[in-house]
């Protein structure tokens, strides 16, 4: 018994130390897409293609950071939070790739009220529901629980594929524009978790410097793989990463 209230006492932290880089982000921006939609109501063509590049750039932030966590997990909590709360470490490496499949969740409502079909996010959510219960079901009969954990995180990439025919079908979103959405971040995040995972070369005795470290070596190598990819299929395309510059431009930097 108290074993079990430890392991859901780690899983409560975990859920809150993830919630920080995943839902905290992605909740504003779902908030302020909203009204700016709203605005937009009379021409559906705009209405997809604010919430294209809104969830471009969510993801685009999204991802590494949630990625990046879990791959820093346990110098980051030997750091932040000390020895004793260890244990937390592999159960923040899965629960924030949960959280970055769970940010489409965050986002997915606001086009389709202006669109006028307010009953597909409660749908959408309702089954959500029933595939976590069963799945949760079925795990803890068979599996521990790392392992029911992965097999949450299995089904949110399942619900996932839903929200991306739902998305398609009804016109919100064409699979070809989500997938425009994610494939560069993915590669980029795919390009950090191997270095930082296999390929890490420094192993430093303090916690702190190697959380420093590992957080430095990831942004580059992730900021690095964004940026040419960019330039080599996506510099004339209307992206993410062309908001980005458009930012900078505006706030006048570097210089």
Request: hydrophobic share 55%; with cysteine; glycine share 8%.
């Amino acid at each position: 018994k108290l074993l079990i209230v430890a392991t859901l006492g780690l899983y409560t932290f975990a859920v809150e130390f993830a919630a920080v880089v995943t839902s905290e982000i992605a909740q504003p921006i779902s908030r302020a897409v909203y009204p700016a939609l709203s605005k937009l109501q009379s021409n559906a063509d705009e209405v997809r293609t604010l919430f294209r590049r809104s969830m471009g750039l969510t993801i685009l932030v999204v991802a590494p950071l949630g990625v990046g966590l879990g791959l820093v997990a346990e110098p980051a909590v030997a750091f932040l939070l000390g020895e004793k709360w260890s244990g937390i470490a592999p159960i923040l490496t899965i629960i924030v790739l949960y959280g970055i499949v769970r940010t489409f969740f965050e986002l997915m409502a606001p086009p389709f009220y202006i669109l006028e079909r307010p009953d597909l996010p409660l749908k959408l959510n309702v089954l959500n529901l029933i595939l976590r219960l069963a799945t949760l079901i079925v795990a803890l009969q068979f599996l521990t629980f790392i392992g029911t954990l992965w097999a949450l995180t299995a089904a949110g990439v399942v619900q996932l594929a839903i929200v991306a025919y739902t998305f398609d079908r009804f016109g919100v979103l064409s699979f070809g524009d989500f997938l425009g959405c994610i494939w560069r971040p993915a590669m980029g995040c795919a390009c950090m978790a191997l270095m930082l995972n296999g390929l890490y070369p420094f192993a430093l005795s303090q916690p702190g410097l190697q959380l420093v470290s590992m957080v430095a070596t990831g942004a580059v190598i992730y900021a690095s793989t964004i940026a040419g990819l960019y330039w080599i299929f996506a510099r004339d395309t209307d992206c993410a990463e062309l908001g980005v510059l458009r930012l900078l431009q505006r706030l006048n930097w570097p210089g």
